[in-house]
């Protein structure tokens, strides 16, 4: 079971560039990493997902170092909106491993 | 886009009560799984379910069971609710070939009293 270490919570101010680390030095070959996304009082939102290298969508960039141990989440200018819980998420269902979604970032951007 | 629906977003039970929660996608996924949220726990798997009446356990399945009778139709069930099933309750499924791109549901709200 690749478990996943997060800082619990990280502050930043509107309009910076913020990185979000997760461990996961269990990760196995099979597994992606893919972050997730959460409001108040809503479900998680799949944001991007990578097996290795970098990866960059509309959103976000995930950047994987070589020996895949861990990962970085980067969001460009950050705005107040994008105050939410993210969830760093390794696993692959085809191997029977099962998902650990842990306890996640809380970020805050702050004005 | 995927719908997930939950049957509730608020419910209150009576402790000893048998609970039923209903997940339903209209995206025709094999994978389907229920989630508890609890503050400083994050989110923990309880079952899962890749295709028609299969289910595998997922971390916490005690106290739990689960029901697939048709693919777009997911059952949580607490079969005696206790105070400690309080919790936020996150129904996911997942079609994809890469096999963890979830989508979640609003999420159900259960107070056990």
């Known amino acids: 079971l690749a478990k996943t270490t997060q800082p619990i919570s990280m502050d930043s101010y509107e309009g910076q560039e913020v990185n979000i680390t997760c461990s996961h030095n269990n990760i196995a070959t099979n597994d992606y990493i893919t972050w997730y996304q959460q409001f108040p009082s809503q479900g998680p939102r799949f944001i991007i997902q990578g097996y290795k290298t970098k990866v960059t969508n509309e959103v976000a960039s995930l950047f994987i170092p070589a020996d895949r141990k861990s990962s970085t989440l980067s969001l460009p200018r950050v705005s107040l909106s994008d105050t939410a819980v993210y969830y760093c998420?390794?696993?692959?269902?085809?191997?029977?491993?099962?998902?650990?979604f842990g306890t996640g970032t809380s970020l805050t951007v702050i004005p | 886009d995927v719908k997930v629906t939950q049957s509730s977003r608020y419910l209150v039970k009576r402790t000893g009560e048998k609970v039923f929660l209903e997940c339903v996608q209209d995206?025709?996924?094999?994978?389907m799984f229920w989630y508890r949220q609890d503050p400083g726990l994050g989110l923990r798997l309880i079952y899962f379910s890749y295709d028609v009446k299969m289910k595998e356990k997922g971390d916490i399945p005690e106290g739990y069971s689960v029901s697939r009778e048709k693919k777009e139709r997911f059952s949580l069930i607490l079969e005696s609710a206790s105070t400690n099933q309080t919790s936020m309750y996150l129904c996911a499924t997942e079609g994809g070939w890469s096999l963890v791109k979830q989508y979640f549901g609003p999420g159900t709200r259960l107070t056990v009293t």
């Open positions: 998420l390794v696993g692959d269902i085809s191997t029977g491993n099962q998902f650990y």
């Open positions: 995206m025709d996924h094999e994978n």
